[in-house]
């Protein structure tokens, strides 16, 4: 081959390279950790694979959020979220109860949470919580469950039954029905005391 057809090679070669180049836009390095999808009606205005979000009341932290990963849709004004780890703060915004499920739904105007499957809640008392759909009402500051739910004290002490609510400590506990429980012998009398 003559040195004209190599070059001429090397140059189309060339062309088609930058050619390419070019038409593939500008390099984004968000892509694959947030990106913008386009706002049709039912897809995500954003798809992110870490998020958090803070909710304040009056100047002080009332909740925080964070998952890996999150779908974030604006018509429909809510956020979805997977793996996730959701904290409450008391009025001194000492955190109250720390809240982990496997998936959840935060309404955007209300910052109202629908938590669901694997949901465990749990105090600085130690007492835990777990059922598989609990709602947190952000204006009440308080979890709701219509399905089966168990609280376990930090003394061994059990309690099982449906309708759950309670406020953001889980004191003040209460159940609609099928409730049943095994006590330790020390707590017979005062089992709902500290709920």
């Known amino acids: 081959m003559s040195k004209a057809s190599n ?4 140059f189309i070669k060339g062309i088609f390279f930058f050619s390419w180049f070019f038409s593939c ?3 984004d390095p968000k892509i694959g950790v947030e990106s913008e999808i386009p706002n049709k009606e039912g897809a995500p205005y954003v798809v992110t694979s870490t998020f958090q979000t803070v909710s304040f009341e009056e100047e002080k932290k009332n909740w925080l959020i964070k998952s890996k990963t999150a779908l974030i849709f604006n018509q429909r004004n809510e956020t979805l979220m997977d793996g996730v780890i959701f904290i409450t703060y008391d009025s001194k915004e000492k955190e109250a109860t720390s809240i982990t ?3 959840a739904t935060l309404n955007n105007n209300t910052r109202n949470v629908t938590l669901r499957s694997n949901v465990v809640i749990v105090n600085a ?3 835990e919580t777990t059922g598989d759909l609990f709602y947190w009402n952000n204006k009440d500051r308080t979890f709701t469950s219509p399905l089966d739910v168990k609280v376990v004290k930090s ?3 059990v309690i099982k039954g449906q309708g759950f609510k309670s406020d953001q400590q889980l004191g003040g506990i209460e159940f609609e029905s099928n409730v049943t429980g095994e006590l330790t012998s020390d707590e017979e009398e005062d089992f709902f005391d500290g709920f």
């Not at 070059?7 to 090397?10: D, K, L």
């Open 25 to 27: 836009g500008e390099f």
């Open 125 to 127: 008392q130690g007492t």
């Open 101 to 103: 499920a496997d998936h």
């Open 7 to 10: 070059f001429f090679i090397v």
């Open 155 to 157: 003394n061994g002490s």
